[in-house]
């Protein structure tokens, strides 16, 4: 049998034993919360990206357009047209995307049109009334496979919401074409026209989605061929893009 002081001696040397574990464990956890810079108990910060530099405040067009000049401009390389004549913002007093149906979508762009002759082209730099406003027509190439309006807005001070856009470009082609199908996508609601047709129609509150919605078969003629668009947008960004496929679903270039 142990005597009383063996006992109690045990009884230190595991208190003792106790202790030093808590400490070097304790160490431990100071030490690597140390490393990770951050208080007992909490995770790790995440690395979070660097404060992107102040934005664009200068308001010109040339961020994100090239004024168009008389040379040939061919689609992108996926087809996309990207030379557009775009009229500047109809005011419309629009608080919801939720309202652009179709049947809204084709009282608004028959009330709040430029010109019943929709083969028509109008002139860079003129001016029409719609709506009581007068408007200018710019003629731009978007440096990207889109046309964002929004960015269009701003360059011209403008306002980017509760708005109205009329488009229009013209293809040239060498042959007839057909067997093609114009693919197009907006943000939010629009409706696009081919020789003075209608096309599609693309209706709702949309995100602006490559090839949303398509015609049905149509052909491009030899010559001129006259592509008439309008946007529409309340809250939100504003864009398209359009093109035209092959029968076999391709980009016509």
């Given amino acids: 049998k142990k005597s009383l002081k063996e006992y109690s001696m045990n009884r230190k040397n595991k208190s003792l034993l106790s202790t030093l574990a808590f400490v070097v464990l304790s160490g431990i956890l100071i030490d690597g919360n140390t490393a990770l810079g951050q208080p007992p108990g909490q995770r790790p910060r995440?690395?979070?990206?660097?404060?992107?530099?102040?934005?664009?405040?200068?308001?010109?067009?040339?961020?994100?357009?090239?004024v168009a000049s008389n040379a040939k401009k061919t689609p992108d390389a996926n087809g996309f047209i990207q030379r557009w004549l775009v009229l500047e913002p109809v005011r419309k007093d629009i608080t919801r995307n939720n309202i652009l149906t179709e049947k809204y979508?084709?009282?608004?762009?028959?009330?709040?049109n430029f010109s019943n002759d929709f083969t028509v082209v109008p002139k860079n730099d003129k001016t029409v009334k719609v709506g009581g406003?007068?408007?200018?027509?710019?003629?731009?190439?978007?440096?990207?496979?889109?046309?964002?309006?929004?960015?269009?807005?701003y360059a011209i001070n403008k306002p980017p919401y509760g708005v109205l856009f009329w488009l229009v470009t013209v293809i040239n082609c060498p042959e007839e074409i057909k067997n093609v199908r114009m693919s197009a996508g907006v943000n939010s609601g629009g409706m696009?026209?081919?020789?003075?047709?209608?096309?599609?129609?693309?209706s709702g509150d949309r995100d602006m989605i490559v090839d949303n919605v398509t015609s049905p078969v149509l052909s491009l003629k030899k010559g001129r061929n006259i592509v008439r668009g309008a946007v529409i947008n309340g809250p939100g960004m504003c864009n398209f893009a359009v093109r035209f496929l092959d029968e076999k679903g391709l980009p016509v270039k």
């Fill in 46 to 66: 995440p690395v979070l990206p660097p404060i992107p530099a102040k934005g664009d405040t200068t308001h010109t067009l040339t961020k994100h357009f090239t």
């Fill in 105 to 112: 979508l084709r009282t608004t762009f028959s009330t709040d």
């Fill in 133 to 153: 406003q007068e408007l200018k027509w710019y003629a731009l190439d978007s440096k990207t496979y889109n046309f964002n309006l929004y960015h269009f807005t």
């Fill in 192 to 202: 696009f026209w081919l020789n003075g047709k209608e096309a599609l129609i693309l």
